[in-house]
């Protein structure tokens, strides 16, 4: 039988959709701004499918949100091992108590407890941020237990987590092999002021899985040419609404159009106005008009269009827009598909598919949303 511990960020990826860019120390603020928790709902999602994989399982937790509460919604007994004060009678949807219920302590401990009982995995619910504190637990404790992350954070850019909830639930149930990946992490001040300073934080033992993501990667190939290209049609549909979202391909679109992007957020514009800039979910749905097209790159060696890093672009938005995707020809040699995690599997399974990718001022090329 096989044993896994399961911890939970609850406060994990909140940041996202209100444009914080993050969660550290910024959570209160997050909730004061509308924020709702996804991490715990994520988490249900990753248990479900593991319970369908394998209803066997030992699944030890982390009390309250951190992992038991999720772990009995999914249909499973766990044994608690931890008892996390600030998790016990937390409301998983108050996102205001959720901010000052837990801490990186408690994920610490959590992992402890889980190498003190000999589990066959670490589990974990939440963002890079949460994978450096699993992942230094282990190095503490000289420990080479294979980690597992559900993508739950805005910062994912570490190649420990599978590529969707569901997907993690099924590799956590049926790997049998791992490998060696690296756990990064992004300082989130230099982040939110569009700075992007990575850090290579720790090594470690993963399951070998086609469903698991790999890091991010840095793109090169010039996209002048694209950008132009794009700007020129946008100057020619005034009823046009354009919400461009982060990096650096995007914004050389933004930049030809005389906008100065906010390179890791979003902005919003319409017939030579910027109506947004570095905008949340809400104020990017007040701005969208009749005609709205989201523009998106993939991430650099993972693919991601949605649901990694701009998290602003909600489901709610992406249902009111067409997407526009523009990459450079190297990335797409990289990254051979694209992939979505919108938190809504509905959105999802209609976004999958074959996408336009422009890659040239007039060139497009046809690559499968899987």
């Not at 499918?49 to 309250?64: F, N, S």
């Not at 938005?317 to 599997?345: F, H, M, N, Y």
Request: hydrophobic share 45%.
């Amino acid at each position: 039988m096989r044993t896994i511990g399961v911890v939970v960020n609850p406060i994990a990826g909140m940041g996202g959709r209100v444009g914080l860019k993050g969660t550290d120390g910024k959570a209160v603020e997050a909730a004061a701004q509308g924020a709702v928790p996804r991490a715990p709902d994520r988490a249900v999602a990753a248990l479900e499918a593991l319970a369908e994989a394998d209803p066997d399982v030992r699944i030890l937790a982390a009390g309250g949100v951190m992992g038991a509460e999720e772990a009995r919604t999914a249909g499973f007994d766990p044994e608690v091992v931890t008892d996390p004060s600030g998790a016990r009678e937390v409301d998983p949807t108050d996102a205001a108590a959720l901010a000052e219920a837990t801490s990186a302590g408690d994920t610490r401990a959590a992992v402890e407890a889980f190498l003190d009982r000999g589990v066959d995995l670490v589990l974990f619910v939440g963002g890079d941020g949460t994978a450096v504190d699993v992942v230094e637990t282990l190095d503490e404790r000289n420990a080479d237990v294979p980690i597992l992350g559900v993508p739950a954070g805005v910062k994912v850019y570490s190649a420990v987590f599978a590529v969707d909830p569901r997907a993690a639930g099924h590799v956590a149930a049926t790997f049998d092999r791992t490998e060696v990946a690296e756990v990064n992490d992004i300082d989130e001040e230099s982040y939110r002021e569009g700075e992007v300073r990575s850090e290579l934080r720790g090594m470690a033992a993963v399951p070998v899985a086609e469903e698991r993501q790999a890091g991010k990667q840095l793109a090169g190939g010039s996209v002048a040419g694209l950008a132009d290209g794009f700007a020129a049609e946008a100057r020619a549909a005034p009823e046009v609404t354009y919400v461009f979202g982060p990096g650096s391909t995007v914004g050389a679109v933004e930049e030809a159009l005389g906008i100065d992007p906010s390179p890791l957020g979003v902005d919003v514009w319409r017939d030579g106005e910027v109506l947004v800039r570095d905008g949340g979910e809400r104020e990017i749905l007040d701005a969208l008009g009749e005609q709205n097209v989201i523009v998106v790159s993939p991430i650099g060696g993972q693919g991601f269009l949605l649901g990694r890093g701009n998290q602003q672009l909600s489901p709610a938005v992406v249902r009111r827009c067409d997407l526009e995707v523009v990459a450079s020809r190297q990335k797409l040699r990289d990254i051979g598909v694209l992939r979505v995690d919108t938190g809504d599997p509905d959105l999802d399974e209609d976004l999958r598919g074959w996408q336009k990718v422009r890659v040239g001022r007039h060139e497009r090329r046809l690559v499968e949303v899987v």
